[in-house]
């Protein structure tokens, strides 16, 4: 079999799993989970293949028109380089890593079916947009991705929280979108194709005409889907879904695939330098404000989220010096280790009975309790952190060694402010990624106080997936050598100087952050001690810590809200202290801290610039259609009526009032003809 149609086969056996999901699901339950999983494991063996067969060597291009235009072509065609092959690689294991994780997970979920089959059809579309040759190929697989996340953000439909995610996504993305879809015109428009090999052919020749305006409305639509600023804000939110639903959206899909788009057509955004510098302050804020915003953070989750937001600025920010190699390298180590990072925190929020740091931090024994999450979670956030010899640390050090070249002056594609503006961001970001981290880890992990909860061990499905991320979690940043040649032969290996700058803050962030939280470990301490404040108590001392303890639902529902599926995936919560909980992030960013938990309050922003307006706007027509259109509707309508009415009144059936009607007509008549007369004759 050629290795075009292997390449067929790898998005159309999700698809075909999907739709005999979906037919079946009520009809023959226990088919579910085989067409879950089967296919999708189908999918990523072949993507394997295909690899294999491609070997980073030169790009395999097919195409057969799909259907006739008139002036544009529009073709189904594939097109298979090095970065394709390997990141359909990291689509394929994650997907079937989140399907064998869910089968366990979401065991005793009525809505499995669905659930999976929306899984399976989600990569599907990503694998598409993976391997497509043609930009409306593309564009089908990425609005599918788009209707996909909305059902499987909302999967707990019943909570507000999770429909107004996923309208928020949904929304969010589409916003983004609309310039997206112009910006794909009018790039097919100058090259006179959507096929990329064409596009990419015209810009080399110099052929586009509105290189900047392009590439700045197809990065409106980037910034949406993979989430970064100011387009971000949907993220964080949708982890009202299921936990797995978070480590394939943030680890191998939809967030994934603005980053891969922007790589697949590197060539059109450096042909305008105004637009790579826009990138890169766009990846500096990101990646800044949303390190920050992670430190802030209480619920697992969102901690995560910030920090996806945060690691595709990387990426981002090595496409705006030039090096889509780093950052498709960063994309496949960020997709391992971040898929780890959210199905451990599944197997903590199943063990622990809440999603909340605060509430994790007053128990004792959790990761006893949970050894394989313990030490997966650990090598994922080293992994996260850029800690060598883990995969984020070389993955990293590409994007700074990239920086580092361009603020050199040594890119020919990028000017070095871009360079200089990457760099800065990028070292502090490793500072704060390490704080965050630890934050995390030292949390969830150094608990003290009540005993957590016994339920035995975690399901295989959920534990043998963890220990299968990890392997590339440690090991993957190792290939970068021997994996050169799928990313345009670039060597991707640290510098002395950004290992050191890059290391040296991750240092400094983790051993500051530890500290503090030693510190707050103290404080909290003293406080538990302290006896409760007396029922009389005056003002200095009412508003002291009372002692006791309280079911660790109450503490995560004062402390971040608890996610949908909390309910459904846990045993029971335990019973833990009330004392303050041991948080460094409150240190590390003082005041800043309340203003980093809620997003720096850019909802708040949005809604008072635009979601406000919109809806005043709408008030008004609605108050025009109703009070001013249907005004003058009904009055058309009155009129006639009201004539009938007279009309009808006129025809009351008496041939006598006939008569008598007549006679006063003409005679009406006679004396207006008579007066017309005189007044003739008279002039």
Not at 238 to 266: D, N, Q
Not at 325 to 353: N, T
Not at 606 to 615: E, G
């Amino acid at each position: 079999m050629s290795t075009p149609t292997l390449a067929v086969l790898v998005p159309l056996l999700p698809f075909l799993g999907a739709l005999a999901g979906l037919l079946l699901g009520r009809t023959a339950p226990g088919f579910v989970k085989p067409l879950a999983v089967l296919p999708t494991l189908a999918a990523a063996v072949l993507a394997v293949l295909v690899a294999f067969r491609q070997g980073g060597g030169k790009a395999i291009d097919t195409a057969t028109e799909l259907t006739p235009t008139g002036s544009v072509p529009i073709e189904l065609s594939l097109h298979l380089d090095g970065f394709a092959v390997m990141v359909a690689v990291l689509v394929g294991l994650v997907a079937t890593c989140v399907q064998i994780y869910s089968t366990a997970y979401l065991r005793e979920d009525p809505r499995y079916p669905s659930y999976a089959a929306l899984v399976s059809l989600f990569t599907s579309a990503m694998l598409l947009v993976v391997y497509s040759g043609d930009l409306m190929v593309l564009l089908v697989g990425w609005e599918i991705m788009g209707i996909c996340s909305y059902f499987l953000v909302g999967h707990y439909w019943e909570t507000e929280a999770a429909r107004s995610a996923s309208l928020k996504a949904f929304l969010v993305t589409k916003l983004g979108d609309v310039p997206f879809l112009i910006g794909l015109f009018a790039l097919a428009t100058d090259a006179g194709s959507f096929r990329i090999t064409k596009i990419l052919g015209t810009v080399a020749a110099g052929g586009l005409d509105h290189p900047t305006l392009i590439a700045l409305l197809l990065l409106a639509g980037v910034a949406g889907k993979s989430a970064q600023f100011p387009l971000h804000t949907w993220l964080p939110d949708a982890m009202a879904g299921p936990t797995p639903v978070s480590a394939l959206i943030h680890a191998a899909t939809m967030v994934a695939a603005g980053v891969y788009f922007v790589a697949r057509l590197l060539p059109v955004f450096a042909a305008s330098r105004a637009a790579l510098v826009v990138l890169a302050v766009m990846a500096a804020v990101t990646m800044v404000g949303s390190a920050l915003a992670a430190l802030a953070q209480d619920d697992i989750k969102r901690v995560l989220a910030y920090s996806t937001i945060g690691q595709l600025g990387y990426m981002t920010g090595a496409l705006a010096v030039g090096d889509r190699a780093a950052a498709v390298f960063h994309l496949l180590s960020h997709g391992a280790f971040k898929a780890l990072l959210f199905l451990g925190a599944g197997v903590i929020i199943h063990a622990a009975g809440t999603n909340s740091l605060a509430a994790m931090s007053r128990m004792d024994g959790l990761a006893k309790r949970i050894p394989d999450a313990f030490w997966t979670m650990t090598i994922a956030l080293l992994a996260l952190a850029a800690f060598p010899p883990f995969a984020g640390f070389f993955s990293k050090e590409a994007v700074l060694v990239a920086a580092e070249h361009t603020a050199g002056g040594h890119s020919e594609l990028a000017p070095s402010a871009a360079g200089w503006v990457v760099l800065v961001a990028g070292v502090l970001t490793a500072l704060l990624t390490a704080a965050y981290a630890t934050r995390l880890w030292l949390m969830a992990f150094r608990g003290r106080g009540a005993a957590a909860p016994d339920h035995g061990k975690e399901p295989v499905a959920m534990t043998g997936v963890l220990w299968l991320l990890a392997v590339p979690s440690v090991g993957f940043g190792l290939l970068a050598g021997p994996l050169s040649d799928f990313f345009d032969g670039r060597e991707l290996t640290p510098s002395l100087t950004t290992s050191v700058l890059g290391t040296g803050a991750a240092a400094v962030g983790a051993v500051l952050t530890y500290a503090l939280w030693q510190r707050a470990q103290a404080q909290a301490a003293l406080t538990a001690a302290a006896p409760a404040a007396p029922a009389g108590a005056g003002p200095a001392t009412a508003g002291a810590p009372a002692t006791g303890a309280v079911p660790a639902s109450v503490v995560a529902a004062e402390s971040a809200a608890e996610s949908p599926e909390v309910a459904e995936v846990t045993h029971d919560h335990p019973v833990v202290s009330t004392a303050p909980a041991a948080d460094p992030g409150r240190a590390l960013l003082g005041p800043l801290h309340r203003h980093a938990a809620v997003g720096f309050h850019l909802d708040a922003v949005y809604d008072r610039l635009f979601v406000r307006p919109v809806r005043a706007a709408a008030a008004l027509v609605r108050f025009l259609d109703r009070e001013v259109v249907d005004t003058y509707v009904r009055g058309a309508g009155l009129g006639p009526r009201l004539l009938g009415t007279l009309v009808r009144r006129a025809q009351t059936g008496n041939v006598q009032s006939y008569l008598s009607a007549l006679l006063a007509g003409a005679v009406v008549l006679a004396i207006a003809t008579a007066v017309l007369a005189n007044v003739n004759a008279g002039s």
